[in-house]
């Protein structure tokens, strides 16, 4: 009887929490449904680190909709590390930083929401951030109320100084801290995929990294000091492009903010944001719109390599050959259609002759199958925006070094 009667109050106090007096509902959890397509925005990091201020973010919110990356998709705006004091205040809470957000970070976020966007912040499951800046172990529920109050729309979560932690208990933490606070916030983990989040990020957040920091640059590993290194585009992509089966709408594979537009040549530029968008990963630009080239901004905003990223199966692409260094990436895509993307690694241009018989696809991990033999597909040039033939004949072009092309192929 004693044992039934803490069973049933055990249970009883899952679900109802007693603080100061209130009864709450305790929350456990992510908020299901709020990223059924990968999450499409910009983020401070790999252009400004720390050196963020409310200037900056009130410029690129109007640029984000002047420009028509808005019109295109792109809705959240991050403020990754630096956005608050080194302590937090008497009470424990967070402070953002006065001398950067002096209008208070409230009032950012209302000016953001007034044009249409989103906003997001910043934290750590440790006991600091990445840049040294208050972490949030042992704060998780009131940093949640924080959010909220704040009425933000996304919290991307990191994991530095997390020794001796468990990620999946840490994060879990958190997703439920969110949840108990009340407000939507889209749960982004930032885990750099070293406790394999694929496995048990699905009911914790709404998308996870699954790879160490970028690099701008196509296929290197840059080392820092300290035993860590970022990575080149193709090295992220390679990485882990084995564990597509885990990544769908609303639990993304997350291959990291984008650096197009930070220096890479506008043939990178075009095969990452590809690969990006073959790989259903979110799209968070990570350039400086204010000094934003037309050829950056025309590649950002292709709509048609955006709708191969945001298609509503939400299928993770993967490599169905590669000879030479000549590559050939595909995704399935609704309507029985699918994206085909040529990918030349090496350092010469290529020639592709592509005999789409002799390339059956077949999708082992969702099922998905093309024959050329039985059907004959159209094909539409998503880069040159135009029909480009059909199946029926072999795929014939030149391809640049470094550069992609990428197909539609319609049914
Ligand atoms: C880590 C993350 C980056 C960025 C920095 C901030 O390295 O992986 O994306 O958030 O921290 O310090």
Same mark, same amino acid.
């Given at each position: 009887?004693?044992?039934?009667?803490?069973?049933?109050?055990?249970?009883?106090?899952?679900?109802?929490?007693?603080?100061?007096?209130?009864?709450?509902?305790?929350?456990? %959890?992510?908020?299901?449904?709020?990223?059924?397509?990968?999450?499409?925005?910009?983020?401070?990091?790999?252009?400004?680190?720390?050196?963020?201020?409310?200037?900056?973010?009130?410029?690129?919110?109007?640029?984000?909709?002047?420009?028509?990356?808005?019109?295109?998709?792109?809705?959240?705006?991050?403020?990754?590390?630096?956005?608050?004091?080194?302590?937090?205040?008497?009470?424990?809470?967070?402070?953002?930083?006065?001398?950067?957000?002096?209008?208070?970070?409230?009032?950012?976020?209302?000016?953001?929401?007034?044009? %249409?966007?989103?906003?997001?912040?910043?934290?750590?499951?440790?006991?600091?951030?990445?840049?040294?800046?208050?972490?949030?172990?042992?704060?998780?529920?009131? *940093?949640?109320?924080?959010?909220?109050?704040?009425?933000?729309?996304?919290?991307?979560?990191?994991?530095?100084?997390?020794? %001796?932690?468990?990620?999946?208990?840490?994060?879990?933490?958190?997703?439920?801290?969110?949840?108990?606070?009340?407000?939507?916030?889209?749960?982004?983990?930032?885990?750099?995929?070293?406790?394999?989040?694929?496995?048990?990020?699905?009911?914790?957040?709404?998308?996870?990294?699954?790879?160490?920091?970028?690099?701008?640059?196509?296929?290197?590993?840059?080392?820092?000091?300290?035993?860590?290194?970022?990575?080149?585009?193709?090295?992220?992509?390679?990485?882990?492009?084995?564990?597509?089966?885990?990544? %769908?709408?609303?639990?993304?594979?997350?291959?990291?903010?984008?650096?197009?537009?930070?220096?890479?040549?506008?043939?990178?530029?075009?095969?990452?944001?590809?690969?990006?968008?073959?790989?259903?990963?979110?799209?968070?630009?990570?350039?400086?719109?204010?000094?934003?080239?037309?050829?950056?901004?025309?590649?950002?905003?292709?709509?048609?390599?955006?709708?191969?990223?945001?298609?509503?199966?939400?299928?993770?692409?993967?490599?169905?050959?590669?000879? *030479?260094?000549?590559?050939?990436?595909?995704?399935?895509?609704?309507?029985?259609?699918?994206?085909?993307?040529?990918?030349?690694?090496?350092?010469?241009?290529?020639?592709?002759?592509?005999?789409?018989?002799?390339?059956?696809?077949?999708?082992?991990?969702?099922?998905?199958?093309?024959?050329?033999?039985?059907?004959?597909?159209?094909?539409?040039?998503?880069?040159?925006?135009?029909?480009?033939?059909?199946?029926?004949?072999?795929?014939?072009?030149?391809?640049?070094?470094? *550069?992609?092309?990428?197909?539609?192929?319609?049914?």
């Amino acid at each position: 009887m004693k044992k039934l009667l803490f069973t049933l109050l055990l249970s009883a106090t899952t679900i109802l929490g007693f603080s100061q007096g209130n009864v709450y509902k305790l929350g456990t %959890g992510k908020f299901e449904g709020l990223a059924m397509t990968p999450p499409m925005g910009w983020n401070s990091w790999n252009t400004f680190e720390t050196k963020i201020d409310e200037k900056l973010v009130k410029e690129t919110a109007d640029i984000m909709v002047a420009s028509g990356m808005a019109a295109a998709g792109y809705n959240y705006i991050v403020l990754d590390d630096g956005w608050m004091t080194k302590e937090r205040d008497t009470d424990g809470n967070l402070v953002p930083d006065p001398i950067k957000f002096p209008s208070g970070m409230k009032a950012l976020v209302d000016y953001v929401h007034a044009k %249409g966007l989103k906003f997001g912040l910043y934290n750590c499951a440790g006991t600091h951030t990445c840049a040294g800046y208050p972490g949030t172990r042992g704060y998780e529920y009131q *940093d949640a109320r924080f959010y909220a109050n704040l009425n933000i729309d996304f919290l991307k979560y990191d994991w530095c100084n997390t020794e %001796g932690i468990n990620a999946k208990e840490a994060y879990t933490t958190m997703s439920n801290a969110l949840k108990t606070a009340g407000k939507p916030i889209v749960f982004s983990l930032c885990e750099w995929g070293d406790n394999k989040p694929w496995d048990w990020g699905k009911p914790v957040g709404n998308l996870w990294r699954i790879s160490g920091d970028i690099y701008p640059c196509f296929d290197c590993e840059y080392k820092h000091p300290g035993n860590w290194s970022s990575w080149g585009v193709m090295k992220i992509v390679e990485m882990r492009k084995d564990i597509r089966k885990f990544s %769908g709408p609303d639990h993304w594979n997350d291959f990291d903010m984008m650096e197009v537009g930070n220096g890479m040549t506008i043939a990178e530029d075009r095969t990452h944001f590809a690969m990006w968008c073959m790989m259903a990963s979110p799209l968070i630009a990570g350039n400086d719109f204010r000094k934003m080239s037309k050829e950056t901004l025309a590649i950002l905003t292709n709509k048609e390599l955006i709708a191969v990223n945001q298609d509503k199966l939400g299928i993770q692409g993967f490599k169905l050959s590669a000879e *030479d260094g000549l590559e050939v990436w595909v995704k399935p895509i609704s309507d029985g259609n699918w994206a085909i993307t040529f990918l030349n690694r090496t350092d010469v241009s290529k020639k592709i002759n592509f005999d789409w018989k002799k390339n059956p696809i077949k999708d082992a991990d969702f099922g998905y199958e093309a024959d050329f033999n039985k059907v004959i597909f159209k094909i539409k040039d998503l880069w040159e925006n135009k029909e480009a033939g059909t199946t029926k004949k072999n795929f014939t072009a030149d391809i640049a070094s470094h *550069d992609v092309i990428t197909l539609k192929l319609i049914k």
